[in-house]
């Protein structure tokens, strides 16, 4: 019995080994595929005379112009202007919930925002249609379907996003330093000022690029609340369109096919912009080797 | 013979499960006080009681007073109105397993002076080199102070956790098995540092060696299973036979 075990044991480690390489090799192969595919269909907008079609600030697929800078630039702003309301709360509460805030309040806290990973996206959008854009509206003039708006509801989109990387990196920091710190005198908000915070910069840079990521990508909330006009927006009361709501857009109404053309170049820069994310945390890990 | 620190009726529970019931001890000032018992009788538990730290842990829970004479007058550690930081500060701790923070030698020594007394610059780097010519480490790191703490040996670190608390100035030490993780040479050392450190400082040392707390103890100590404490005399721990007879079961 005894010699057989180790070899069982290595068959039975054969075939998940083997499931998993194959999954990596099928994901591999569909992103590759996927990059093909869209520089495939580019290719001809990018190389032709369209390309000075592309990047001009006008979209009108009537008119044969079909720029696509104000929705490249839509993107940018909503994305930043949502993280940059998203991060620091999220960095409040992951301060709030290990040490700084009372422990009867953490829990129930962190649990609620937990939760919120769990409410589809569509929930967000339609509840905010009918609460947030008349509010909106009403404070200012307009239509409420604005830059403002997408943003906030954004911010509370990737929120969880951003709240469960940080604590995932405040637990391990802190598993670590948490009783030498108390031992020498220091109060929750200084073992997190002194030690947490210098000790959780990998972290915290992972969860900027990744929330950022995860804001760039999100196509329902700017589709629902952004109002999806395709110009830069003047003010945050502003109506855009960003690059995913407008690939959603034209693909859904019936346009001209030509239109058809520049969603490719849409859709690369998307993924291109996806790459630099991930590019982005992996040189922030790589870091702490070197 | 003066009281550094009274205990009474103390008793702690992790998760329901009572690890001390009703322990009353009072610890002399100076030392070293010496803390004896099986593994697992309770001994950490007891030290962490005293500066409070078993309430970084979950589930504890704590009744009793302890009362600890620092420099400023006695200190009630339980009381509502405590700043337990303080307490920490007052009372500094060396843990079985040396905790280094994950941070270079001289920031072990200087990140909590600034933390907790907004001192730095030249005061700090003072204080620091004289915790650590105490600690005697001195020697051995002055030239590698912007070193990564982890990069120390076992013995080092020890040493350096000691220093950590010594740089606070407190009044009582708390040593929980300081030689337990060292090789013997360490180990040596370390007793060493312990003989110079009683004059300054309320030592309370638990230790699982007899033969260390019969050389080194002026203090003794026996935590029995279910958080009885005994108080051997000098006369008693001094001599192998009796002690060996009153211990016997324990070890
Ligand atoms: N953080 C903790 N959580 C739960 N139980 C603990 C904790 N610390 C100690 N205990 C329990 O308390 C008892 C005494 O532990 P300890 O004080 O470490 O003993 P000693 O130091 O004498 O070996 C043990 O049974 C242990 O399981
Ligand atoms: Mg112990």
């Known amino acids: 019995?005894?010699?057989?075990?180790?070899?069982?044991?290595?068959?039975?480690?054969?075939?998940?080994?083997?499931?998993?390489?194959?999954?990596?090799?099928?994901?591999?192969?569909?992103?590759?595929?996927?990059?093909?595919?869209?520089?495939?269909?580019?290719?001809?907008?990018?190389?032709?005379?369209?390309?000075?079609?592309?990047?001009?600030?006008?979209?009108?697929?009537?008119?044969?112009?079909?720029?696509?800078?104000?929705?490249?630039?839509?993107?940018?702003?909503?994305?930043?202007?949502?993280?940059?309301v998203a991060y620091p709360l999220a960095l409040g509460v992951c301060c709030f919930v290990h040490g700084c805030g009372p422990a009867w309040?953490?829990?129930?806290?962190?649990?609620?925002?937990?939760?919120?990973?769990?409410?589809?996206?569509?929930?967000?959008?339609?509840?905010?249609?009918?609460?947030?854009?008349?509010?909106?509206?009403?404070?200012?003039?307009?239509?409420?379907?604005?830059?403002?708006?997408?943003?906030?509801?954004?911010?509370?989109?990737?929120?969880?996003?951003?709240?469960?990387?940080?604590?995932?990196?405040?637990?391990?920091?802190?598993?670590?330093?948490?009783?030498?710190?108390?031992?020498?005198?220091?109060?929750?908000?200084?073992?997190?000022?002194?030690?947490?915070?210098?000790?959780?910069?990998?972290?915290?840079?992972?969860?900027?690029?990744?929330?950022?990521?995860?804001?760039?990508?999100?196509?329902?909330?700017?589709?629902?609340?952004?109002?999806?006009?395709?110009?830069?927006?003047?003010?945050?009361?502003?109506?855009?369109?960003?690059?995913?709501?407008?690939?959603?857009?034209?693909?859904?109404?019936?346009?001209?096919?030509?239109?058809?053309?520049?969603?490719?170049?849409?859709?690369?820069?998307?993924?291109?912009?996806?790459?630099?994310?991930?590019?982005?945390?992996?040189?922030?890990?790589?870091?702490?080797?070197? | 013979m003066a009281v550094a620190i009274r205990i009474e009726r103390l008793s702690v529970d992790f998760s329901g499960k009572a690890v001390l019931r009703d322990a009353s001890l009072e610890i002399p000032k100076g030392g070293p006080t010496f803390l004896l018992g099986r593994s697992g009788s309770g001994k950490t538990t007891l030290l962490r009681a005293i500066n409070r730290l078993n309430e970084c842990f979950p589930a504890c829970r704590t009744s009793g007073r302890v009362v600890v004479n620092t420099a400023d007058g006695a200190m009630e550690a339980y009381a509502p109105d405590t700043a337990v930081e303080v307490l920490r500060r007052r009372v500094g701790m060396v843990f079985q397993t040396p905790n280094v923070l994950p941070l270079s030698i001289a920031r072990n020594i200087c990140m909590p002076l600034e933390a907790t007394q907004g001192m730095r610059g030249a005061e700090a780097e003072a204080r620091m080199e004289e915790a650590l010519r105490e600690a005697q480490l001195w020697s051995e790191v002055r030239d590698r102070l912007r070193d990564p703490a982890v990069a120390l040996s076992g013995g080092q670190q020890q040493r350096l956790c000691l220093a950590r608390a010594l740089a606070l100035r407190p009044d009582i030490l708390l040593l929980d098995e300081p030689t337990a993780s060292l090789d013997f040479k360490a180990a040596q050392m370390v007793e060493e540092l312990l003989g110079e450190l009683r004059s300054r400082y309320t030592l309370i040392v638990v230790s699982h060696g007899l033969s260390q707390a019969r050389r080194l103890a002026e203090y003794l100590f026996v935590l029995h299973d279910g958080g009885r404490v005994e108080e051997l005399g000098k006369d008693v721990f001094r001599d192998k036979d009796a002690l060996l007879t009153v211990l016997g079961d324990l070890l």
């Open chain 1, 1 to 84: 019995m005894r010699p057989k075990e180790p070899c069982d044991r290595r068959g039975a480690d054969r075939l998940p080994s083997a499931l998993l390489c194959g999954a990596a090799c099928v994901s591999a192969a569909l992103v590759f595929s996927i990059f093909a595919f869209l520089a495939a269909f580019s290719w001809p907008v990018l190389s032709g005379g369209q390309l000075g079609s592309l990047l001009s600030w006008h979209w009108r697929p009537l008119a044969g112009e079909f720029g696509i800078l104000p929705m490249v630039v839509g993107s940018l702003c909503l994305a930043g202007s949502a993280m940059a």
């Open chain 1, 105 to 290: 309040a953490a829990r129930p806290l962190f649990v609620s925002i937990r939760f919120m990973t769990s409410v589809p996206t569509v929930v967000y959008g339609l509840v905010s249609v009918f609460l947030l854009v008349p509010v909106i509206r009403g404070a200012f003039s307009g239509s409420g379907f604005s830059w403002l708006a997408a943003a906030l509801v954004l911010a509370v989109l990737v929120l969880p996003t951003v709240v469960l990387i940080i604590d995932t990196q405040f637990q391990a920091v802190r598993a670590e330093v948490r009783v030498a710190a108390a031992a020498v005198g220091l109060a929750p908000s200084q073992e997190m000022r002194h030690l947490v915070l210098p000790l959780s910069r990998r972290g915290l840079a992972i969860a900027a690029v990744l929330g950022f990521g995860r804001a760039l990508g999100d196509t329902l909330i700017p589709l629902m609340l952004a109002g999806n006009a395709p110009r830069v927006p003047g003010s945050l009361l502003d109506s855009l369109r960003t690059l995913t709501a407008h690939i959603a857009l034209v693909v859904a109404t019936d346009s001209h096919s030509a239109a058809y053309n520049s969603l490719f170049a849409c859709g690369l820069i998307l993924f291109l912009a996806t790459l630099c994310v991930n590019l982005g945390v992996l040189s922030v890990r790589g870091r702490r080797l070197g």
